[in-house]
T-cell receptor, first 110, second 115 residues
Framework: RKEVEQDPGPFNVPEGATVAFNCTYS??????FFWYRQDCRKEPKLLMS???SGNEDGRFTAQLNRASQYISLLIRDSKLSDSATYLC???????????FGTGTSLTVIP | DADVTQTPRNRITKTGKRIMLECSQT?????MYWYRQDPGLGLRLIYY???????NKGEISDGYSVSRQAQAKFSLSLESAIPNQTALYFC??????????????FGPGTRLTVT
């Protein structure tokens, strides 16, 4: 079983829409969770960390459900510039290896 | 200037050749990582290093070796390249002491093709 699993999409949504991605992880003892964004042929960049209590950064909201072992990313009022691949990342042991999901592709359509 | 640089950016090589990918960083981070990215498989960890004297195998280290020449430099070698090593390779750094232990800073990537 993979450490981290994501729906690859693609998600094609109109501008202004709300879209949500989920990601499941297999290690119940995992400590740290993150969402990264990767533009086509570019390097991944940290979008936001995911905290137990949930956290929000502008139009982006991340949530963690430890009981069901998944994290989610909600994007409100989608912009064309949100088109990218979103990578779910889990660190089971805090500071050691990071496990990346395969990514979910989002295209925001005018 | 970029904080994490990789050379070369693109490379085409033949099966059986030895090739080295280089990574340099100016962030002053102790931790460095090498990943490969393949379509449908995401990023997979090849090797990681927590300081100059510490080298660890990742998920897919077979066929690869690394050298941590200095805090700022971490090289990845393919001793005898094979076609299934064709991929996009990323170097990354992190600094847990910054309080942002999850943030990894990636280089721009090296696109390697083995024919």
């Amino acid at each position: 079983r993979k450490e981290v699993e994501q729906d690859p999409g693609p998600f094609n949504v109109p501008e202004g829409a709300t879209v949500a991605f989920n990601c499941t992880y297999s290690n119940s003892a995992s400590q740290s969770f993150f969402w990264y964004r990767q533009d086509c042929r570019k390097e991944p960049k940290l979008l936001m960390s995911v905290y137990s209590s949930g956290n929000e950064d502008g139009r982006f909201t991340a949530q963690l459900n430890r009981a069901s072992q998944y994290i989610s990313l909600l994007i409100r009022d989608s912009k064309l510039s949100d088109s990218a691949t979103y990578l779910c990342v889990v660190n089971p042991n805090t500071g050691n290896q990071f496990y990346f999901g395969t990514g979910t592709s989002l295209t925001v359509i005018p | 200037d970029a904080d994490v640089t990789q050379t070369p950016r693109n490379r085409i090589t033949k099966t059986g050749k030895r090739i080295m990918l280089e990574c340099s960083q100016t962030k002053g981070h102790d931790r460095m990582y090498w990943y490969r990215q393949d379509p449908g498989l995401g990023l997979r960890l090849i090797y990681y290093s927590f300081d100059v004297k510490d080298i660890n195998k990742g998920e897919i280290s077979d066929g690869y070796s690394v050298s941590r020449q200095a805090q700022a430099k971490f090289s990845l070698s393919l001793e005898s390249a094979i076609p299934n090593q064709t991929a996009l390779y990323f170097c990354a750094t992190s600094d847990p002491s910054s309080g942002r232990s999850g943030e990894q800073y990636f280089g721009p990537g090296t696109r390697l093709t083995v024919t």
